[in-house]
């Protein structure tokens, strides 16, 4: 199966809202990477509950932006994580690094 990543790219007063559809693997992540970076204030929300899946690439990316966003005073915010990620974020320990709605 081809790795594809859909981004729908919203803006709510001071949030950028990222809805993620498919697969965030090393073929999709800069994809992703190079939508951040174009962010240049306010908090980030990525909204995952389309995102099938998440490689350690994707992971690197997310913990990137949380570095990020810390160091310029914002935050990043991951909601509608299924019960799988969430299983993920804990064995990674990623579950105490971010910030999960």
């Known amino acids: ?3 594809f990543l859909e981004i ?11 809805a993620l559809k498919g697969w965030l ?5 800069t994809k992703l990477q190079t ?15 389309e995102l099938s899946f998440i490689s350690s690439a ?6 990137m932006t949380e570095n990020k ?3 310029e005073y914002r935050k990043q915010i991951i ?3 299924n019960p799988s990620t969430k299983e993920l974020f804990d064995i990674t320990g990623f579950s105490k690094i971010l910030t999960i709605e």
């Open 1 to 3: 199966m081809q790795s």
């Open 79 to 81: 909601r509608g994580a």
């Open 25 to 29: 693997d090393s073929a999709t992540s």
């Open 35 to 49: 939508e951040i970076e174009g962010i240049t204030d306010g908090d980030i929300i990525l909204e995952i509950s």
């Open 69 to 71: 966003c810390k160091e």
């Open 8 to 18: 729908t790219k919203t803006q709510k007063e001071n949030q950028t809202v990222l």
């Open 58 to 63: 994707g992971l690197r990316i997310l913990l």
